[in-house]
């Protein structure tokens, strides 16, 4: 792991989580393997256990979610922790008050950790950099950075439908690639795994310059890019995100790049289809895949529980231990 990762305290242990970029794969199985066990957790009739009992967990979006943001609420739930969720709309961001002092004012309630996510890249550093040093930051998507708890329950849903060993699968990960952090996030945790092959399939203008540098193979044909596949990442077209015209029409991408029964054919038989939502039916892919035999997409919002219910527990295990 990189010196000085301001993730990691003095003992090697995760204290933030702000990107996949720097840790190593011990780590991520750690990772993996707590999220097994906290897997069972939730398929409990009392779906609690008292490891985070009396801190104080704070979820501070200021960006829409659905998936991340109610699901690390459950997450802390379940780990019996007490969670306040701000409504930035309603809270003083809204009459000009800083990041900052926004941070500052909350952290003086006592809080253990924040849960952060922003529209602008580098947020969740920027406050892992502020904080009091008893205090975690966890990154639920900065900018086109990075979204590094969606990457692991990824990691997690490939590793329980296709087996722990990454080294003989071929990923392909198609769509909007230049303007997505989950994809960043996704490339990072598959080359630490050992993944076989790690394709991206997108339009030249999708393509961020980092992709090569990174190690993936790049496609600019679906059929082709997806062939032999053993996982199939979907991504939304993020054009909240786009500056000028990447496309020529939402109906072009969809004939080109969009995942139908018939295109789907081309890959391996037992290809899994994964999107981290929320989805563009008739953009990315067509609802027959979206909701078909080999779609896992649901399954990763399970999953996203038991993730982040093993980053929070290992980051506040840190503190508790006296870490940095
Ligand atoms: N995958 C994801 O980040 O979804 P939300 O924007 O709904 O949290």
Redesign the pocket.
Known sequence: MKANDPQIDDQGRLRHFLTISGLNQQLLTEILDTAESFAGVTEQTVKKVPLLRGKTIVNLFFE??????TTFELAAKRLSADVLNINITQSSAAKGETLLDTLRNIEAMHVDMFIVRHADSGAAHFIASNVAPHTSVIN??DGRHS?PT?AMLDMFTIRRTKGPDFGRLRVAIVGDVMHSR?ARSQIHALNVLNTGEVRIVAPKTLIPAYAESLGTRIFHDLRTGIQDADVIIMLRLQHERMKGALLPSEHEYYELFGLTEKKLASANPDAIVMH???INRGVEMDSEVADGPRSVILQQVSHGIAVRMAIMSMAMRSQQDGGE
């Open positions: 829409a979610s659905t998936r991340t943001r639920a998507g979204h969606q989950v981290p939502g929320p």
